[in-house]
């Protein structure tokens, strides 16, 4: 049985984050709202619920977890050894969307790190995610709140739609706010290097700590080899039902492209979507389905888009999706990756 509690982020009701934190406590699992996407999250020490975590979400257990703390003598509990470069990056950016990995305590249930020595960390800015780690009063590891491969979840009714009946609590917090998930960097290295593009710019990272490293599952531009960086990073993600196709290169080459390729299939009669921005929609037939992100020129707002614009392509029951290909900049890199992960790889070059 699946509960679901309303809380409003401007303004917790404390009495229920203590309701919600009594089912941390008890190793059940419970889905709450962070800046970047819905989080599922459950007791770190709890090796038992840990493993439930992989279970409803059909996670290859081989994918670890980030682990969720409200402050630094939390993150004490699970890593040792935090270097100099990553007290600069806190101090930068936490509370954020910046995910870090250190070494691993060996109090932490292996699980958590698909027994990797190392641990994920990351101290979200969401006022209700803050706020349900603190009153449980221990760190809470928790991956996006979706079925495994996926959109990650934006709202609460993307995780009802994923885990209703699977788990033990839902915390409606309203939209997030990002849109796609944190940043993650290895720092464990003399380079440290970006394992997964997220809500904190590459730019600003390297701006607090110099050059950063870029792995190719950041770059994501092919199917990875069976030992990646970023263990989550090899699978298919993000995906919609339909196939997706990646259009990128040049911005009017791409919408060409995109007309010829959909008109091919439309004469088919296949139903086909369109991912578009705001300074190309009206290039495109209105037969089409298109789905507009944002404006090229607003990439906080294309990034807050991204994920429920994937899941209404599903409801839309398109057969085909076609998406414009973004510059690898900013927030966009992020959006970028995702795009490339939620069409398997299926990318075309104009
Ligand atoms: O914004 C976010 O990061 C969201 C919210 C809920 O905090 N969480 C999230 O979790 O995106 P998830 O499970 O969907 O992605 C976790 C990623 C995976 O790609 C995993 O491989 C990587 O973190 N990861 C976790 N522990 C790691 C480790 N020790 N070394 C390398 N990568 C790790
Ligand atoms: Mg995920």
């Known amino acids: 049985m699946t509960e679901i509690v309303k809380i409003d982020p401007l303004n917790p009701d404390q009495s229920t984050i203590k309701y919600a934190a009594k089912f941390i406590i008890d190793g059940k699992l419970v889905a ?6 819905y989080g599922l999250g459950a007791d770190t020490f709890n090796s038992k619920a840990i ?33 100099e470069k990553a007290i600069k990056l806190i101090e930068r950016f936490w509370p954020g969307p910046l995910t870090i990995i250190f070494k691993r305590r060996n109090e932490v249930p292996p699980e958590v790190s698909a027994y990797l020595p190392t641990v994920a960390v990351r101290m979200p800015a969401h006022p209700i995610a803050l706020a349900l780690i603190r009153e449980s009063k221990t760190p809470i590891a928790a991956p996006s709140a979706n079925v495994s491969s996926r959109p990650s979840p934006t ?16 915390i409606d917090g309203g939209e997030t706010l990002y849109g796609v998930e944190s940043t993650i960097l290895n720092i464990q290295l003399d380079t440290p ?6 809500a904190i710019p590459l730019e600003e990272i390297e701006n607090v700590i110099g050059r950063v490293d870029v792995s190719e599952a950041a770059l994501a531009e092919k199917p990875y080899q069976l030992v990646a960086e970023a263990p989550g990073m090899k699978y298919r993600h993000y995906a919609p039902k339909a196939p997706m196709f990646l259009v990128e290169g040049e911005l009017d080459r791409i919408v060409k492209k995109i007309v ?3 008109r091919e299939d439309m004469l088919k009669g296949l139903k086909v979507g369109v991912l578009a921005t705001k300074e190309t929609y009206e290039l495109y037939p209105e037969s089409f389905n298109i789905i507009v992100l944002g404006s090229r020129s607003e990439p906080y707002t294309i990034a807050h888009n ?18 414009e290909g973004l510059p690898m900049k900013g927030i966009l890199f992020a959006v970028q990756n995702r795009l490339r992960k939620a069409s398997g790889h299926n990318i075309i070059r104009v």
């Open 193 to 198: 290097k970006l394992l997964r593009p997220g």
């Open 260 to 262: 010829e390729l959909a």
């Open 155 to 170: 709202t609460a009714e993307h995780v009802i739609k994923d885990l209703y009946g699977k788990i033990d609590l839902i």
């Open 51 to 83: 493993r439930k975590i992989f279970e409803v979400k059909g996670r290859p257990i081989d994918n670890p977890l980030i682990v969720h703390v409200s402050d630094i003598s939390q993150l004490n509990r699970v890593a040792y050894d935090v270097p």
């Open 32 to 37: 709450f709202p962070t800046e970047t996407v």
């Open 306 to 323: 991204l994920f429920k614009s994937l899941r209404l392509m599903d409801e839309l029951n398109v057969d085909k999706i076609y998406a």
